[in-house]
């Protein structure tokens, strides 16, 4: 009888979907590793296909993709591709979504409403993934909706670090509206900075409209940072910013994780209350969305390590300090 050896060893691999390959090819440069080629195609009735070129059995595979536009088909994608590793044999199978989709309806605010954050989860599970990792999410209790792990990164390390230099006795940190509280509120804390509020009214039945009702704190000549997860079509950024300019504010700087920048965005935030834009490139940002004043940092080296300790089982959590 042949004698069975048994190999221990782990093995990682990284796959990516056509969304955003760049920033997975950046991950992969961060982790010394290369991406595992898949032969993805659209058919001519937008039906997809993914198959990888090598054996993928018994590894810890990470999916990566970004949900960019349009939205709907890379969420399939990434469907498809995490069962088709489901179905190669992959040991453990984790979803990668910088910017998780859906992450808006994470609640009913009127009746008859989807929650469709848990939709998405439901459907990532039920695709065969153990865990999912994702970048702020834009409500914490998103990682309640997915029947596994949920590793949720912060941005907010690599945002403050560009802001190291800011005056603290000039700045004020600025929640743009009373979900964000929490989080500008660390920021402040952070910065060693004053926090203000912005109250904001937005009616359920319009999208992307917002009407700034009033500024809680001192933001009259002060440089205001305003902190926030996305900027969508930055009409809530730039109708704050209006209002910090008009309650004497002296500089307006605007940080926001993912640049999901939907028309008219690249316009409002070249606005002349907008003194300048950082954002993280947690979505693809072409050249013609890009502006003067607009600085992108790079997301990577944090998946990265968050990658690295997954695979290596170690802690997700220290990464941040507490900040989480």
Known sequence: MAEIKIDGQKRLVLVSGRAYPQLAKDIAVELGSELVHTDARTFANGEIYARYDESVRGCDAFVIQSHTFPINEWIMEQLIMVDALKRASAKRITVV?????YARQDKKGRGREPISARLIADLFHAAGADRIMSVDLHAAQIQGFFDGPVDHLFAMPVLLEHFADLDPSTL????????RVRVADIWSDKLGAPLAIIHKRRDPRVHNQVEVREIVGEVKGRTCLIVDDMIDTGRTIAKAAEALKAHGATRVIVAAT???FS????DLLQSEFIDSVVVTDTLPIPPEERFDTLTVLPIAPLIARAISAVFNDGSVTSMFDGAA
């Open 263 to 266: 028309p008219p965005a690249i």
């Open 258 to 260: 993912h640049a999901v």
């Open 97 to 101: 979504a910088p910017f998780y989709p």
């Open 172 to 179: 004020t940190v600025v929640s743009p509206d009373m979900g």
